[in-house]
């Protein structure tokens, strides 16, 4: 099995290398300039030139809030939008696999349940209405794809919740976290080896919800890096969304039912506070060191 990666410069793409590249898989890592989702004529060339079978895109824009400015909202709407029924057209017709990553902001949060793969999505923000837009373009080619929707991802190489609050607990007395938005962590290493396994044991096609076991607020979620790092001089206090502004806004309920990954997997995915720990020991240790 030959897999490209788009996206090998991102947070999760970074780990998709790692894992990958653990299991002797030969990974082709064309650049951003090479293969720009804004510029549909590169991904036709890249299909027409490369012999791979699988298609990894881990590519997307990502910035949640920069969605909301009018200035950005055409290019952030290609990248993750319009850019994915090209790759599921070119992916279709080459007879390749498409695995493609989506959110937790393509549902509104009102459920009161964890949501499943087959609920309606409901973006409230325009970052979420991009994504949705990407997994419909998918569906509607319906090629071999794997659409995995993860939530609050964190690992090394990218911007992320627990670096933040490891970098202001070091830096200030006291942290505002709101409180009233629960769901799952993610580590980019267990989201990476989920997609390996899907790809390993040629699991069914079509969409799947992965995270870490376990479901939590914001704030608790800061609490435990808290607790796991012993960095307790600052004081961490719980705050409504409303406090905070920000100027997309975020569902209240991101948690996702596992079931379906769970039996992909054979066993449910490892804990959210297990997987923290290890980014907090090896990862987050060896790149302060
Ligand atoms: N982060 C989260 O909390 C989270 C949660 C749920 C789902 N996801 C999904 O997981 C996937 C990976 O996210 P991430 O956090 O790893 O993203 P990331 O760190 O922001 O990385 C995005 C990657 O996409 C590349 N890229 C951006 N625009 C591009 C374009 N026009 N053409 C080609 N490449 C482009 C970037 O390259 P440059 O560095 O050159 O710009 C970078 O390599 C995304 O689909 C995202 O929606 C993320």
């Given at each position: 099995?030959?897999?490209?990666?788009?996206?090998?410069?991102?947070?999760?793409?970074?780990?998709?290398?790692?894992?990958?590249?653990?299991?002797?898989?030969?990974?082709?890592?064309?650049?951003?300039?090479?293969?720009?989702?804004?510029?549909?004529?590169?991904?036709?060339?890249?299909?027409?030139?490369?012999?791979?079978?699988?298609?990894?895109?881990?590519?997307?824009?990502?910035?949640?809030?920069?969605?909301?400015?009018?200035?950005?909202?055409?290019?952030?709407?290609?990248?993750?939008?319009?850019?994915?029924?090209?790759?599921?057209?070119?992916?279709?017709?080459?007879?390749?696999?498409?695995?493609?990553?989506?959110?937790?902001?393509?549902?509104?949060?009102?459920?009161?349940?964890?949501?499943?793969?087959?609920?309606?999505?409901?973006?409230?923000?325009?970052?979420?209405?991009?994504?949705?837009?990407?997994?419909?373009?998918?569906?509607?080619?319906?090629?071999?794809?794997?659409?995995?929707?993860?939530?609050?991802?964190?690992?090394?190489?990218?911007?992320?919740?627990?670096?933040?609050?490891?970098?202001?607990?070091?830096?200030?007395?006291?942290v505002e976290v709101v409180?009233?938005?629960?769901?799952?962590?993610?580590?980019?290493?267990?989201?990476?080896?989920?997609?390996?396994?899907?790809?390993?044991?040629?699991?069914?096609?079509?969409?799947?919800?992965?995270?870490?076991?376990g479901y939590v607020s914001?704030?608790?979620?800061?609490?435990?890096?808290?607790?796991?790092?012993?960095?307790?001089?600052?004081?961490?206090?719980?705050?409504?969304?409303?406090?905070?502004?920000?100027?997309?806004?975020?569902?209240?309920?991101?948690?996702?039912?596992?079931t379906k990954s769970t039996?992909?997997?054979?066993?449910?995915?490892?804990?959210?506070?297990?997987?923290?720990?290890?980014?907090?020991?090896?990862?987050?240790?060896?790149?302060?060191?």
């Amino acid at each position: 099995m030959k897999i490209a990666l788009l996206g090998d410069t991102g947070m999760l793409g970074a780990k998709i290398i790692e894992v990958f590249k653990a299991q002797n898989q030969e990974l082709l890592t064309p650049s951003h300039s090479e293969v720009d989702l804004n510029q549909p004529h590169t991904l036709e060339k890249f299909f027409q030139s490369q012999s791979f079978d699988v298609l990894v895109n881990c590519a997307a824009f990502t910035r949640v809030d920069a969605c909301e400015e009018p200035a950005k909202f055409s290019l952030a709407l290609n990248v993750n939008g319009t850019a994915l029924g090209w790759l599921a057209k070119f992916c279709k017709k080459s007879g390749r696999i498409l695995v493609h990553y989506s959110t937790d902001y393509v549902f509104n949060g009102r459920k009161e349940e964890p949501y499943l793969e087959t609920d309606p999505m409901a973006p409230i923000n325009t970052y979420g209405r991009t994504k949705s837009q990407g997994e419909k373009l998918i569906l509607a080619e319906n090629p071999h794809f794997y659409l995995i929707r993860s939530s609050w991802v964190y690992g090394p190489k990218g911007r992320n919740f627990v670096d933040t609050m490891v970098g202001l607990f070091k830096n200030r007395s006291r942290v505002e976290v709101v409180d009233d938005q629960v769901g799952g962590p993610t580590y980019t290493g267990d989201l990476a080896q989920f997609t390996w396994d899907l790809l390993a044991k040629k699991a069914a096609p079509g969409t799947y919800h992965f995270a870490n076991s376990g479901y939590v607020s914001w704030y608790g979620f800061a609490k435990e890096i808290q607790r796991q790092t012993g960095l307790s001089r600052c004081d961490v206090v719980p705050v409504s969304s409303e406090r905070v502004f920000r100027p997309a806004e975020r569902p209240a309920n991101s948690r996702f039912d596992l079931t379906k990954s769970t039996q992909a997997l054979g066993q449910p995915p490892r804990g959210w506070e297990e997987a923290l720990k290890d980014y907090l020991t090896k990862e987050l240790k060896s790149e302060a060191a």
